[in-house]
């Protein structure tokens, strides 16, 4: 089972860029679907991307963040990357890193409880 860290966090401007990136351990990361979620203050974890195992043909966004996030990884560097630009402050949360072996990245979009593998987070705080 591979294990996950982020980074890439920090305190931005609205209207800034980011890239959170998800570093995983294991010689099977590219058996694994790949997510990343986000948990606000006070709110319930969302979904926020996930890609398929070679990362080149499919690719899910909540609406929230369509046309500001791209999800995308590196198979040879154990690499997951989320870029998100043009920030809101209603995008201020803990960003997860998530994967699973079995699960379809579509799967993720109902919300990811019951995913294999999940990270410690990295905050990213959006200022007005």
């Known amino acids: 089972q591979v294990q996950l860290v982020e980074s890439g966090g920090g305190l931005v401007q609205a209207g800034g860029s980011l890239r959170l990136s998800c570093a995983a351990s294991?010689?099977?990361?590219?058996?694994?679907?790949m997510g990343w979620f986000r948990q606000a203050p006070g709110k319930e974890r969302e979904f926020v991307a996930a890609?398929?195992?070679?990362?080149?043909?499919?690719?899910y966004y909540a609406d929230s963040v369509k046309g500001r996030f791209t999800i995308s990884r590196d198979n040879a560097k154990n690499m997951v990357y989320l870029q998100m630009n043009s920030l809101k402050p209603e995008d201020t949360a803990v960003y997860y890193c998530a994967a699973d072996e079995q699960l379809l990245p579509r799967d993720f979009v109902r919300g990811g409880g019951y995913l294999e593998v999940w990270g410690q987070g990295t905050l990213v705080t959006v200022s007005s």
């Open positions: 890609i398929s195992r070679s990362g080149g043909d499919s690719t």
């Open positions: 294991g010689r099977t990361f590219s058996s694994y679907a």
